[in-house]
């Protein structure tokens, strides 16, 4: 059982490069999303998705972009990376509907930017 | 706009002590409640998940009580041991929200032998 898986778990950027941190299941969840957490900030919402082809912005989505193409894969796209942008992301997902299930998060992406 | 607290931030316990983690939010419109562990550079890890007609979920040693009314949770843990020792936040869907999960900012507790 394989849940929610991220990569790369570490990375290191400069000042403006990009990269993609990518995220995938195999538990056929519907919601898939992206997280970031600041030390004693919480957990911040950056993106979401509700199925393949469909996505939206959460609290903090300036600076990423995301796109949704399977059931599968939701990654996060960073463009000309700040230094506000170290933190931890988390991907994580759950089935929709009845508000029994709950969200599996991956074990996530630690990133730098100097 | 939906903001969950946790009250204290930082614990430290004795072995073999009874707690309660707190956990406050001010839109009693939730779906439902959760409650994670996260070990340090870990992920989270789901302990118990309370549906807003449910007043309580127990699994072992943990037991967590939803008063949505008050806008109150609590965590109660029982027996405590140093395995114990992780960060734990709570989690709200609210209503109308696309099932988008507002975090408190965690407590971080800790079981000394």
Known sequence: NAGVTQTPKFRILKIGQSMTLQCTQDMNHNYMYWYRQDPGMGLKLIYYSVGAGITDKGEVPNGYNVSRSTTEDFPLRLELAAPSQTSVYFCASRTPGTGKSPLHFGNGTRLTVT | ?113
């Open chain 2, 1 to 113: 706009k939906q903001e969950v607290t946790q009250i204290p931030a930082a614990l430290s316990v004795p072995e073999g002590e009874n707690l309660v983690l707190n956990c406050s939010f001010t839109d009693s419109a939730i779906y439902n409640l959760q409650w994670f562990r996260q070990d340090p550079g870990k992920g989270l890890t789901s302990l118990l998940l309370i549906q807003s007609s449910q007043r309580e979920q127990t699994s072992g040693r943990l037991n967590a009580s939803l008063d949505k009314s008050s806008g109150r949770s609590t965590l109660y843990i029982a027996a405590s041991q140093p395995g114990d020792s992780a960060t734990y936040l709570c989690a709200v869907i609210t209503t109308g929200t696309a099932s988008k999960l507002t975090f408190g900012t965690g407590t971080r507790l800790q079981v000394t032998l």
